[in-house]
């Protein structure tokens, strides 16, 4: 039975802020710490060095919304026997675990306090997710609140030494104090115990379903686990034996095009795809619904309004899909 834990309780004596308690549950072997500092004079330089230019918004981002980098934990065959998966597309050797700090409010004038929120994990995940040559779990720190982003990158086929990132995902700025059910669950998912030992490419990609996971439990209201079945915490991990990483992947693909997939057996660049097309259509929505309250014609009204049904039915059907 593996133990559930309630991300809720912190114990005030000891100081355990939520962004520790995550780190301890990823489970992560001693062989993987690094537990490097990364200043933010060796970040710029880097910068340089990878010819990745930082514009000057990127600079006072660095310098004036980050507090500390911390490199914690190197995943790689030598420190962890999980085999590298590289092809033409995609290279995944290691994956790096990394804690940023950003500056508390109290450090930051009044204006800077709202965009912090709002902007400073997208921001900084981008900057960092660019510079930064490997998959990166990254675990953001503000004041007692934890977001946590991996990004998916592909070889750049124009320059094979550079990597792209085609995806970045973000989980909400979570605080101990008010933790849903489903963050809870997505939290108690979120290890390595958890995640595929197939190989590197597997393994990261368990973890961004896992954000996914919790990104699609704002509408379903339950958190899905990888294999289906909404939470249940006392599954035990099976061994893991499959065909070659290409002919699975082709497989999968064959499959999701074949057969009508529950939301859980597609793959991520499929469930991504159905999150932004509902995105896109709630958008569509709310402009649609924007345009009836300004408009004084009946029946350019009439019209918008038999829009904004169809619409509604095609986010039915795409809700559908995510459970």
Same mark, same amino acid.
């Given at each position: 039975m593996i133990e559930h834990i309630d991300f809720r309780l912190v114990d005030d004596a000891k100081q355990?802020?939520?962004a520790d308690k995550v780190y301890q549950h990823l489970g992560l072997p001693d062989s993987t710490f690094l537990g490097t500092r990364i200043t933010k004079k060796m970040l710029l330089d880097s910068s340089s060095h990878n010819g990745n230019e930082l514009s000057p918004n990127d600079k006072k981002l660095v310098t004036d919304v980050i507090q500390s980098i911390e490199w914690l934990n190197t995943l790689k065959p030598e420190t962890l026997n999980i085999p590298v998966y590289v092809t033409? @597309?995609?290279?995944? !050797?290691?994956?790096a675990v990394i804690r940023v700090t950003l500056k508390s409010p109290q450090e930051l004038d009044n204006k800077d306090k709202g965009k912090l929120k709002s902007n400073a994990s997208k921001k900084v995940t981008k900057l960092l997710h660019t510079l930064i040559p490997y998959p990166v779990i990254l675990l953001l720190e503000l004041a007692d609140e934890l977001s946590i982003s991996l990004a998916d990158k592909r070889i750049n086929q124009a320059d094979k030494t550079k990597l792209v990132i085609e995806h970045i995902y973000n989980s909400d700025w979570l605080n101990? =104090? =008010?933790l849903t059910k489903a963050h809870n669950?997505?939290?108690n998912d979120f290890s390595l115990k958890n995640a595929s030992n197939l190989n590197y490419f597997e393994l990261y990609q368990d973890f961004i379903a896992m954000l996914i996971g919790l990104e699609t439990s704002k509408i379903s209201g339950r958190y899905l !686990?990888?294999?289906g079945s909404f939470k249940n915490l006392s599954i035990e991990q099976g061994n893991l034996q499959s065909e070659s990483q290409d002919d699975e992947l082709r497989h999968n693909s064959l499959l999701e095009s074949t057969l009508c997939l @529950?939301?859980?057996e597609k793959s991520n660049e499929a469930k991504t795809a159905l999150l932004r097309e509902l995105a896109g259509l709630e958008a569509e929505l709310s402009s649609i619904r924007n345009k009836i309250k300004k408009e004084t014609q009946m029946n350019t009204k009439l019209r918008l309004n038999v829009e904004a049904r169809k619409i509604k039915q095609a986010i039915s059907v795409v809700t559908s899909q995510l459970s």
């Open positions: 355990n802020r939520l033409d @597309t995609v290279e995944y !050797i290691e994956v101990s =104090s =008010s669950d997505f939290l !686990i990888k294999d @529950t939301f859980s």
